[in-house]
């Protein structure tokens, strides 16, 4: 071969690999372009939502609500073209709302009705209900100070708001919140026959916001419900103009044995590494006066929308990808638990675990719980995303139903989408799914598709 040949096929081949390098180099954004396109531009996901907020309001667990749910989503994942569905037997409670009534009573000021929700798995009262008088606390402080002999026999009423002064509306929650879980097993101890909660919310609105409470273990039990922020805002007013007003408060819920539900699991095999499993998910429960839009269809479709853009657009996973709709994450977190359980049993390795439970606005990036020099590579993906304006990578975690992972050593991830306004729908009959925007649900799926990939493309 003469010289200036050999230096042609020299040139030719150098050329190829440089061309290679840069193809591969631009594979990773050629992909997640694609995948924004593909959500964008399909309306699969919009429709489910519309479907499960709909058809199946109130899934609370054991409900024939939950059971349609379940078995919607399981067809859903067929139809996204998962290589295997499943159900995952869970145990759930059995709790039904009754009748609700709390008329607050006053012989200066005369009587008003309230809105209110009984909290989950409170133990009601009689048909009849209960009239007390009420007294006002702020804080579990303030009830210790008052003691029994101001609180024996009456109705506490927990008033403490949300603080709109933080950003972070997830921090204004979690300082607002315990009043809920704990207020009747607080308030039990020094004599309370129930409690009325003001609704954790920084929305001032006339929904109440219900959630789960808990008891002490051999605590008495007694009725808790929830207050919309109107009815706490006027039931406070009240109370200041007449200490001695009363209140009748009916709540006939009712606890019935534990039933059964389940999980609902697809998966795509990975091509190279089909023990190493990366999901995603959300719980497919809701409060039985809630669609449940945000909390959670949304991230229910979502995760079967990762499912169904893997397959429409042929990517093909080194690892197995898997879309987990959790049951009963609202009240006892037993389909969090239970998955976690199994995984253990059959020896499966879960190499990174996402959760959507913050609702579906605007996607603005993920959580991540992990330390060194593993989150440094993975807080280096968010240039991945700039193009999409999605930018908040950082330390953070999952959610409760992916918790039980972290034992095993799973990575766990929150998504992080707008939050200003979740709180105003979350655990109310304000959650439906006109609250959606269809783009900002879209933008969410593309996000945990192309973080799911990307995660698994990268070996981070």
């Not at 939502?49 to 667990?61: A, F, S």
Request: glycine share 8%.
């Amino acid at each position: 071969m003469r010289r200036f040949e050999w230096d042609r096929v020299l040139i030719s081949v150098a050329l190829t690999l440089i061309l290679s390098s840069y193809t591969f180099s631009q594979e990773p954004e050629k992909i997640i372009r694609s995948v924004f396109d593909e959500a964008l531009t399909d309306r699969t996901a919009y429709f489910q939502l519309e479907y499960l907020c709909k058809n199946t309001k109130g899934r609370i667990p054991g409900s024939p609500a939950a059971a349609e749910a379940v078995e919607y989503t399981r067809q859903a994942l067929i139809k996204a073209g998962a290589d295997s569905v499943w159900l995952q037997k869970v145990p759930v409670p059995h709790w039904e709302r009754g009748k609700e009534l709390c008329r607050i009573h006053s012989l200066l000021l005369g009587y008003e009705d309230l809105n209110i929700s009984a909290l989950g798995l409170s133990v009601g009262t009689s048909v009849e209900g209960i009239i007390a008088k009420v007294v006002e606390v702020q804080d579990f402080d303030e009830l210790k100070q008052l003691g029994k002999k101001n609180i024996e026999g009456k109705i506490v009423f927990f008033n403490r708001p949300f603080d709109n002064k933080l950003i972070n509306t997830f921090s204004g929650y979690s300082g607002a919140v315990n009043q809920r879980t704990q207020g009747a097993a607080e308030a039990a101890k020094y004599g309370a026959i129930a409690v009325i909660v003001r609704s954790a919310t920084g929305s001032l609105d006339n929904f109440p916001h219900t959630g789960v409470c808990r008891y002490d273990q051999n605590g008495q039990k007694i009725p808790a419900v929830a207050v919309s922020t109107i009815g706490a805002e006027l039931l406070s007013q009240w109370l200041k103009s007449d200490p001695d007003l009363t209140t009748h408060l009916v709540s006939t819920c009712k606890n019935y044995p534990d039933t059964w539900s389940y999980n609902v699991i697809g998966e795509i095999e990975g091509s190279q590494k089909p023990n190493e499993i990366i999901s995603a998910g959300a719980h497919i429960d809701a409060w039985d006066i809630a669609e449940g839009a945000h909390d959670d269809a949304g991230g229910c479709v979502q995760a079967v929308e990762m499912i169904r853009i893997f397959k429409k657009l042929g990517i093909k996973p080194k690892r197995t990808i898997r879309a987990v709709m959790f049951m009963n994450e609202e009240m006892s977190g037993t389909g969090g638990r239970t998955y976690a359980e199994e995984a253990k049993k059959k020896g499966e390795l879960h190499y990174a675990a996402l959760e959507a439970d913050r609702g579906v606005m605007s996607p603005r990036g993920f959580g991540f719980d992990a330390d060194g020099t593993r989150l440094e590579k993975l807080l280096n993906i968010a240039s991945y995303f700039k193009p999409y304006n999605i930018r908040d990578f950082d330390k953070g975690g999952g959610g409760s139903d992916i918790s039980p992972l972290k034992a095993q050593g799973t990575l766990l991830i929150g998504t992080m989408p707008e939050s200003q306004r979740y709180f105003y729908y979350h655990h109310s009959a304000n959650d439906t799914f006109e609250q959606v925007n269809e783009r900002e649900l879209q933008m969410g799926s593309a996000a945990t598709a192309s973080l799911i990939y990307l995660i698994d493309l990268l070996d981070l």
